[in-house]
């Protein structure tokens, strides 16, 4: 217990930026979830944009992005501009922080397809809410800089379907980037 409080108290002695901003990009698997029993086929796509994270004392910090992600099923392309807006709990080692992290996300329909690419954006919602959880890990690159790597799951809120029945985007998302301290 005291070599792990040790650690702790060394972690937070090392020099922290209240300020990091990053760029990210990973894969975003997507899946409709339904009030009805249907089984769609997801999709996978890009997940790519910046982050701010500003600290919160040693354990906690606020990580706000701007991200473009291709959500959607198979035969459907739903491409938004998010905005999530995470508290994590980070756990400062040296060289190592695994974090866990939770908060909402605010998405804007930018456009909507089927397979054929016409244009089905007036069938959805312009906007999709959701709630993000998940965690990664930050490894140290130099004194200012440092890779991150994230895992973390998507459960929509909102229905995006302004047809009959429910329809909320769902899925998995795994990224990876840099941050740089200020």
Do not use: C, W
């Amino acid at each position: 217990m005291r070599k792990l409080l040790f650690v702790f108290i060394l972690a937070s002695s090392l020099p922290a930026y209240a300020l990091r901003l990053g760029v990210h990009g990973g894969v975003n698997s997507s899946n409709f979830g339904s009030d009805a029993n249907v089984n769609y086929n997801g999709k996978s796509g890009l997940l790519i944009g910046g982050i701010i994270e500003s600290k919160m004392g040693a354990f906690f910090s606020l990580q706000l992005e701007a991200d473009y992600v291709q959500k959607g099923i198979s035969g459907t392309n739903l491409n938004y501009f998010e905005i999530p807006a995470l508290l994590r709990l980070n756990l400062p080692f040296p060289i190592i922080t695994p974090f866990a992290m939770a908060g909402p996300s605010l998405g804007f329909l930018s456009s909507a397809t089927n397979s054929s690419g016409a244009d089905i954006k007036s069938n959805f919602s312009g906007t999709d809410f959701g709630l993000i959880v998940g965690g990664g890990v930050e490894l140290a690159m130099g004194p200012v800089a440092a890779l991150i790597v994230q895992l973390r799951y998507q459960i929509g809120l909102t229905d995006v379907d302004k047809a009959a029945g429910t329809l909320k985007n769902n899925g998995f998302q795994v990224t990876g980037g840099l941050l740089f301290g200020f």
